[in-house]
């Protein structure tokens, strides 16, 4: 089984940065993509950040320039550095990351999410 583990969560005032994190742990021979998603309630999961093995990126919309997504590959572990949070930022974040466990296995995985609270 895989885990992902995500950390760094909290809350924070308007303006201000957080770093997010995510290690992957478990039987793991390569990981294609990481990404974040965030969940507020009432609304539907979207899609904030991804990076892929290669190292290409893709944001949505309404992060880019205020979200960076980094790797580090030797800990399989994916980073999300946010700056000038707004309260509409408020959310829970998801990692996920589809994985290569073997050759002939390849599956995606969830972390249990971090909440993220920005006050004004």
């Known amino acids: 089984q895989v885990q992902l583990v995500e950390s760094g969560g909290g809350l924070v005032q308007a303006g201000g940065s957080l770093r997010l994190s995510c290690a992957a742990s478990?039987?793991?021979?390569?990981?294609?993509?990481m990404g974040w998603y965030r969940q507020a309630p009432g609304k539907q999961r979207e899609l904030v950040a991804a990076?892929?093995?290669?190292?290409?990126?893709n944001y949505a919309d309404s992060v880019k320039g205020l979200f960076t997504i980094s790797r580090d590959i030797a800990k399989n572990t994916v980073y999300l550095q946010i700056t000038s949070l707004e309260p509409e930022d408020t959310a829970v974040y998801y990692c996920?990351?589809?994985?290569?466990?073997?050759?002939?296995?390849?599956?995606?995985?969830w972390g249990q999410g971090t909440k993220v609270t920005v006050s004004s």
């Open positions: 478990g039987i793991i021979f390569s990981i294609n993509v």
């Open positions: 990076i892929t093995s290669g190292g290409s990126t």
């Open positions: 996920n990351a589809n994985v290569v466990r073997t050759p002939f296995l390849v599956n995606d995985y």
